[in-house]
């Protein structure tokens, strides 16, 4: 596997809790640097077929009371009427990529949700 190298600053607070969870599962700070980042990456589309990607990745740019009338059904997009969105049941697809930005962005799930997301 590829990888880059990067240098960031981190607030002493944060590398401090960070260097705290390493030093308890005997691990080297850097796994847990990685290992926080990929648990907090934003949701996924390497399953989505990569036509709807752009339009998926729209979705990043809307406010979270958009998101969540896109999770409502509110919010549904013009491109959902055409065979291949429907065939992909693509309304659907966004609702859970809007539910799953909404839960990257810190808001809770409610319940009926939660197994769409995890």
């Known amino acids: 596997m590829s990888a880059k190298r990067i240098t960031?600053?981190?607030p002493d607070n944060i590398f401090t809790e960070l260097a705290g969870v390493a030093k308890a599962a005997s691990l080297p700070v850097e796994e847990v640097i990685l290992q926080s980042i990929r648990t907090g990456m934003p949701?996924?589309?390497n399953k989505v077929p990569t036509a709807f990607h752009k339009e998926l990745l729209a979705l990043n740019?809307?406010?979270d009371r958009d998101l969540i009338r896109v999770v409502e059904g509110e919010l549904v997009p013009k491109?959902?009427?055409d065979e291949q969105h429907r065939k992909a049941d693509f309304v659907s697809l966004r609702r859970i990529y809007a539910l799953s930005l909404l839960k990257w962005r810190g808001h809770p799930v409610p319940m009926p949700y939660e197994s769409l997301v995890s």
């Open 43 to 45: 949701p996924t589309l």
């Open 79 to 81: 491109s959902a009427d």
């Open 8 to 10: 960031i600053e981190l």
């Open 61 to 63: 740019k809307l406010s």
